[in-house]
């Protein structure tokens, strides 16, 4: 589907995701013939610069994160010509005034303020916009993450900008759901009859989440001492994955089908008692260590960091939905930073088979898995127990393996790129209804509220490592291992 003409106003627009995420994927886009010869990309900051200023600051904050195979000079230019910079205070509704000259004032536009600033700034901003006559029905606001620190931070913020701008123009981001792996999955789940009969309790033994990080917090520990695993990668990336494993078939793939499907599996997740947030909640914060071979220092020692810092930077648990569907199948979800690798997957494991009828090696027979990998390639891998070739009827585990990136030469989109794209379609499937966030902070909110009131440090990892051995025991209750202990060495 075309684009129609746009304005799209980056507030944030000097800001980290401006330059690393947003101005790459227009880039991209731009370079894919995509944007409408005159569509504008308005960067808005605190800080006074001159347009040569921040054009300078694109070059060498932006510029490095496209990779030499796509970066072409001649329309490097051309994108930059689509951008305007203004400087703006954003809590001063007096200072509006060279924004509103810029926009274009014209219905057939469409009109998007992407806010990748501080959540703090997200209700000021929508009732200086609606105060300067900006906010008009063709408008949007895009919400970047963190959507608020607990259930009351987030209802506020829906209120507060609910006051300016309908649902249907709101478009709360998370940038996981914009991964190629990730809808994949919906269409594996709901493009094929395979796997619905099985995809229940009675044939699945339980479900990973896992998303593992090698970086670690040097230069973001103002945010994350803020913020911490659970806020910044559970409350949202984890949830929303375990939302599309677990939910329901929607009625069809638009935006509030999806997202009623979505917010039962939110609803149904069993809550927290006092025993289960004491043992089925792990925290942990890592320690120096080496990531692949180099020497990291601990969470406490980055810089800028409080040396007696208690964020956690790891956060293991389990969860459970309490459906026909899905009860007593447990939902073991993990993240963390400076761990051993990076990947983010989702393990499906079947049940064993009821009964034998092989004598020969049956200790090696493993359950059936399905390994859907988001990170570092995507792709899907049916684990499956074959037969070795030769005399005897040997069995062993074998995979069937499908590799997106071989299996369809396409170019690949980057989810910001897909997201924004989205955004200026306005199409809202993969973005967060209100109650569908409020319904994830409610779940969480316990193990928030719990920890405030523990004495406890987390528990230390040394960097490099799959986190806390409580994390393995945690699993090991219902006798399971994490997918990368249960690999053959
Ligand atoms: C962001 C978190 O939302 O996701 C970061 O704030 C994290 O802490 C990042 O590093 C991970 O995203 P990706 O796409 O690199 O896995």
Redesign the pocket.
Known sequence: MALSDFDLVFFGGSGDLAMRKLLPAMYARHRAKDLPPTARIICVGRHESSQQEYLDMVETNSRPHISDEHFDATLWQTFCDRITYVTLNASDDTSYGDLTAQLRNDPALTRVFYLATPPSLFAEICKNLAKNGLATSYSRVVLE??LGRDLESAKLINAEVGQVFTESQIFRI???LG?EAVQNLLALRFGNVLFEPLWRREWISDVQIT?A?E?G?GG?TG??DT?G?LR??LQ??LLQLLCIVAMESPVSISADAVRDEKLKVLRSLKPFTQTTLAQDVIRGQYRGGHVKGAEVPGYRKEEGADPDSRTETFVALKAEIDTWRWAGVPFFLRTG?RMAD?L?EIVVRFKSIPHSIFTQNTNSFQPNCLVIR??PDEGLQLNLMAKTPGDGMRLKPAELELDFRESFKAPRMD?YERLLLDVLRGQLTLFMRSDELEAAWAWVEPILDFWEQDDADPIPYTAGTWGPAAASALIGRDGLQWREEALPE
């Open positions: 993450k963190p998370d940038h996981y991964k998303i990080e970086l917090c973001r945010y994350y913020s695993a910044d990668m949202n990336h930073k990076s983010a988001l990170q989810a």
